[in-house]
């Protein structure tokens, strides 16, 4: 069993900037870490990763604007989140114990989220 909060949602303009924070219980040897988001009526999709490597992944969305990273003394994870956009507003989970970069069915425990919006 493993337990994840994450923390640091709120509400931003667009083009401000948030960091999520992901505290883990415990972590877990060889899987892959990763964030991820699902708006209303949407499926949850893929941000970022940590591979068990140590490299970083990124889909489309993120790239340029998010970097993924992590505190293994602390079993934190982090989100920083730059130059928000409208359709960012979505509830965030963080995730662990998975054995794939993106994809959210390959992810074993999940946190509750936290909720971001922005406006514009």
């Known amino acids: 069993q493993v337990e994840l909060v994450e923390s640091g949602g709120g509400s931003v303009q667009a083009g401000g900037s948030l960091r999520l924070s992901c505290l883990a219980s415990?972590?877990?040897?060889?899987?892959?870490v990763g964030w991820f988001r699902q708006a209303p009526g949407k499926e949850r999709e893929g941000l970022a990763c940590?591979?068990?490597?140590?490299?970083?992944g990124y889909d489309n969305p993120a790239k340029g604007r998010f970097t993924i990273s992590q505190d293994k003394s602390k079993n934190t994870l982090y989100l920083q989140m730059n130059n928000l956009r409208p359709e960012d507003t979505a509830m965030y989970y963080c995730?662990?114990?998975?054995?794939?970069?993106?994809?959210?069915?390959?992810?074993?425990?999940w946190g509750q989220g936290t909720q971001v919006t922005v406006s514009s």
């Open positions: 995730a662990t114990g998975g054995t794939s970069c993106l994809t959210a069915s390959d992810y074993q425990y």
């Open positions: 415990r972590s877990i040897y060889g899987s892959y």
């Open positions: 940590i591979k068990p490597s140590g490299r970083t």
